[in-house]
């Protein structure tokens, strides 16, 4: 009895490859709607869809790591999207939203914030190949990354949304706070990285009512929240430099390159 020939798989990503470069590719294109905000001076339309990259780009990578989806491509794709989003983007929407003023001094302060977010993600992607790092480097991030860089050069835009009159639009604030930015984006600051925090048992419920208020004050007063989170994020940086510090002498000290303090005996 003759068998029948089975027919050929159809060959293809699956799903699980796909979803994560979907997500990406979203988050791109959100980038690049905030500049055609900006161009139209849709200011808050534009800080939006940037946010919004920003929610996408969060999500890609965790769910690649859920799905088991990762892929060189996909880490390439997810670098250039952040570039767009979180480094030329803000720059732009800036730049026509106040920094234009100051002319080319503007411009060029804008530039090195999209410089500054290229060289912080070519940093980034080299040292995720570094077999000499320490275990609890990983907790931190070299800097301050790209997605809460691009966030918090538009933190000057953001706050004029909640009090349209103060003094936060001016030229030379708005391209000073720029450069700031970039510098933070380059320098070798550790700032908090929460990819791996767990949470304990016992604080799963607050925190989950906590997320739930979040949530609320986000839609109620999404302007006010944002800014908020920007300064909480911004108060982390002495808590970051004093924890990383700490435990660089103390891996250095079991290395044997510091030697132990002198205790002082007893009385």
Same mark, same amino acid.
């Not at 996408?56 to 996909?74: I, M, N």
């Not at 550790?190 to 607050?206: A, E, I, Q």
């Not at 004093?242 to 002198?262: D, W």
């Given at each position: 009895?003759?068998?029948?020939?089975?027919?050929?798989?159809?060959?293809?990503?699956?799903?699980?490859?796909?979803?994560p470069?979907?997500?990406?590719?979203?988050?791109?294109?959100?980038?690049?709607?905030a500049?055609?905000?900006?161009l139209?001076?849709?200011w808050?339309?534009?800080?939006?869809?940037?946010?919004?990259? +920003?929610? !996408?780009?969060? #999500?890609?990578?965790?769910?690649?790591?859920?799905?088991?989806? &990762?892929?060189?491509? =996909? %880490?390439? /794709?997810?670098?250039?999207?952040?570039?767009?989003?979180?480094?030329?983007?803000?720059?732009?929407?800036?730049?026509?939203?106040?920094?234009?003023?100051?002319?080319?001094?503007?411009w060029?302060?804008?530039?090195?914030?999209?410089?500054?977010?290229?060289?912080?993600?070519a940093?980034?992607?080299?040292?995720?190949?570094?077999?000499?790092?320490?275990?609890?480097?990983?907790?931190?991030?070299?800097?301050?990354?790209?997605?809460?860089? +691009?966030? !918090?050069?538009? #933190?000057?835009?953001?706050?004029?949304?909640?009090?349209?009159? &103060?003094?936060?639009? =001016? %030229?030379? /604030?708005?391209?000073?706070?720029?450069?700031?930015?970039?510098?933070?984006?380059?320098?070798?600051?550790?700032?908090?990285?929460?990819?791996?925090?767990?949470?304990?048992?016992?604080?799963?419920?607050?925190?989950?009512?906590?997320a739930?208020?979040?949530?609320?004050?986000?839609?109620?007063?999404?302007?006010?929240?944002?800014v908020?989170?920007?300064?909480?994020?911004?108060?982390?940086?002495?808590?970051?430099?004093?924890?990383?510090?700490?435990?660089?002498?103390?891996?250095?000290?079991?290395?044997?390159?510091?030697?132990?303090?002198?205790?002082?005996?007893? %009385?």
């Amino acid at each position: 009895m003759l068998r029948r020939r089975a027919s050929p798989r159809l060959k293809g990503l699956s799903l699980n490859h796909l979803l994560p470069n979907l997500l990406t590719v979203l988050a791109l294109c959100s980038g690049l709607t905030a500049v055609r905000f900006a161009l139209l001076e849709q200011w808050q339309a534009a800080v939006a869809a940037i946010m919004v990259a +920003g929610v !996408l780009d969060g #999500l890609d990578g965790r769910v690649a790591r859920l799905l088991g989806g &990762g892929s060189k491509f =996909g %880490a390439e /794709l997810d670098s250039l999207a952040d570039f767009l989003s979180f480094g030329a983007a803000p720059a732009v929407v800036v730049y026509t939203w106040s920094a234009h003023d100051l002319g080319g001094v503007g411009w060029a302060c804008s530039l090195f914030l999209a410089v500054c977010a290229a060289l912080r993600l070519a940093r980034f992607n080299t040292a995720l190949e570094d077999p000499d790092k320490p275990a609890f480097a990983y907790n931190y991030f070299v800097g301050v990354p790209a997605p809460a860089g +691009g966030a !918090l050069a538009l #933190l000057p835009m953001m706050i004029t949304f909640e009090w349209p009159d &103060g003094p936060f639009r =001016g %030229a030379v /604030l708005t391209s000073t706070w720029m450069v700031v930015i970039g510098l933070l984006m380059v320098s070798k600051f550790p700032t908090f990285s929460f990819k791996k925090v767990k949470v304990p048992h016992s604080w799963v419920l607050p925190t989950l009512v906590g997320a739930g208020l979040f949530a609320t004050a986000l839609f109620s007063a999404p302007w006010l929240t944002l800014v908020t989170l920007g300064a909480v994020y911004l108060g982390l940086f002495p808590f970051s430099y004093r924890s990383f510090r700490r435990l660089t002498l103390e891996a250095q000290r079991i290395a044997g390159v510091v030697p132990p303090e002198e205790t002082p005996p007893a %009385a």
